[in-house]
């Protein structure tokens, strides 16, 4: 396998499959089948979820709310997410821990970095909630910060788009793909991978950045088994 760590990122909307609001039951129990097959090859599996199938603080902001407002019910909306996302791989008969950034005890565990990488190489999966726990910071930027911090290999940032193109696939026909790309050039190409804040967290930490379609059938394990799926955002 070509990781051993990875901390997975999910998007909030992905999570909505076809719908236009909250969770696909369905959705989520192929994203715990995918994560079960890669925990069964014994990569050690940290998961960030987004929250925007609930709440995100930039919208609550356009229709006049305070952004911290925001940004705190967008971080909740993350806890749910996670959640329901440690209940559908305990129901693949995975072990998991949610642990979050903000303390709700009675919920889940805090964040504490010794404790996940314990729960990590005992095999259990680990969901990270409430993403930084600081407002104006996005989950992409809290999944970053956390894969450095437990050492992860890479972060897969699975999308709903097979990797970087040239220009947006989903409206320029002539788009090409990148099978890799230094983090020099999506900045000079300006194309967007994550926010700035994330991406040259990522970069300084010389953490590589994969993006890939997640919602493809057995893509996760494909990639991690060195198949060359998605786009890698490395310093090479
Ligand atoms: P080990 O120390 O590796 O055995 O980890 P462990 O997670 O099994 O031990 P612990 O006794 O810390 O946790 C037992 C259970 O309690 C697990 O399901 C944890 O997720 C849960 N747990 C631990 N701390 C908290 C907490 O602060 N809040 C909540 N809600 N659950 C917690």
Request: net charge neutral.
């Amino acid at each position: 396998m070509k990781y051993k760590r990875i901390l997975l990122k999910l998007s909030g909307e992905a999570l909505m499959g076809e719908r236009q609001y909250g969770i696909d039951p369905q959705r989520l129990k192929e994203y715990a089948q995918e994560i079960k097959e890669v925990v069964a090859k014994n990569i050690e599996v940290a998961i960030v979820i987004g929250g925007g199938n609930i709440f995100r603080g930039v919208a609550g902001e356009l229709n006049g709310m305070d952004r911290v407002q925001g940004d705190h019910m967008g971080m909740l909306a993350t806890c749910i997410n996670g959640l329901a996302l440690q209940s559908a791989l305990e129901d693949e008969g995975l072990q998991t821990r949610l642990q979050t950034a903000i303390e709700i005890k009675e919920i889940a565990e805090p964040y504490i970095k010794r404790k996940a990488n314990r729960h990590l190489e005992k095999g259990r999966v680990v969901i990270f909630g409430a993403g930084t726990g600081n407002p104006y910071f996005t989950t992409d930027t809290a999944a970053v910060l956390r894969a450095i911090e437990i050492n992860a290999d890479a972060i897969l940032k699975g999308t709903r788009v097979d990797g970087i193109y040239t220009s947006d696939p989903e409206k320029d026909k002539n788009a090409t793909k990148f099978h890799s790309i230094t983090f020099k050039d999506v900045i000079e190409k300006g194309l967007k991978v994550m926010d700035m804040t994330a991406f040259t967290l990522s970069e300084e930490n010389e953490l590589p950045i994969i993006v890939f379609d997640m919602n493809k059938t057995g893509n996760l394990l494909k990639l991690l088994s060195g198949e060359q799926i998605g786009t890698v955002v490395n310093n090479q």
